[in-house]
């Protein structure tokens, strides 16, 4: 079935260092693939997907690229804000266009 | 204004109460979703109905039972609550396609004592 897997539970940076997130997916397709946030006490929203061809999603200076060969969606930033802080979840369109999220990934920016 | 909205925000009861949780969007989409947020912040995708009609029901306990009036409301009840059905219950919905946006409520948060 189709899974989403997130490596790591927590991120700790300091401001104005690079962020990566990581994220692999496993699935009998190519499924498009999404980037979720959600600040503490927010719904979730979205932050970028993939595209049907081979263009990079940005949104607020974030940024990933779908590698369908290593089957990831890495969630990348230049330069963390205190702002990012945030729940960051990597999510897969199953059967049907439900998404299958990854278990998260907390991102915390100190100054 | 256009969005999901949730109700209640909190809920607290006890083992074996019947809960129910509403929700309605004002999007104008046509596809609606129940996700369960649970204590270790896990979002697993429990129903999706498009136009009313159950789509998706990921295995979940047939205590469980979601239920569309109309395609702009979807609400769920739970007939004899568990302790492991504390959670976060998030409503969302979008236009129903592998790459629409789905919009998110603020949740209902449950928890059984």
């Known amino acids: 079935g189709d899974s989403v897997t997130q490596t790591e539970g927590l991120v700790t940076l300091t401001e104005g260092l690079p962020v990566m997130l990581n994220c692999t997916y496993q699935s009998t397709y190519s499924p498009f693939l999404f980037w979720y946030v959600q600040h503490l006490n927010e719904a979730p929203k979205l932050l970028l997907k993939s595209f049907t061809d081979n263009k990079r999603p940005e949104h607020q200076g974030f940024h990933a690229t779908l590698h369908k060969s290593s089957s990831s969606f890495h969630l990348q930033k230049s330069s963390a804000q205190l702002s990012d802080s945030a729940l960051y979840y990597c999510?897969?369109?199953?059967?049907?266009?439900?998404?299958?999220f990854g278990s998260g990934t907390k991102l915390t920016v100190e100054p | 204004e256009t969005a999901v909205f949730q109700t209640p925000n909190y809920h607290v009861t006890q083992v074996g109460n019947e809960v129910s949780f509403n929700c309605k969007q004002t999007l104008g989409h046509d596809t609606m979703y129940w996700y369960k947020q649970d204590s270790k912040k896990l979002l697993k995708i429990m129903f999706s109905y498009n136009n009313k009609q159950l789509i998706v029901n990921e295995t979940v306990p047939r205590r469980f039972s979601p239920q569309s009036s109309d395609k702009a409301h979807l609400n769920l009840r739970i007939k004899s609550v568990e302790p492991e059905d504390s959670a976060v219950y998030l409503c969302?919905?979008?236009?129903?396609?592998?790459?629409?946006?789905?919009?998110f409520g603020p949740g209902t948060r449950l928890l059984v004592l």
């Open positions: 969302a919905s979008s236009a129903g396609g592998a790459l629409d946006t789905q919009y």
């Open positions: 999510a897969l369109s199953g059967n049907y266009n439900v998404l299958y």
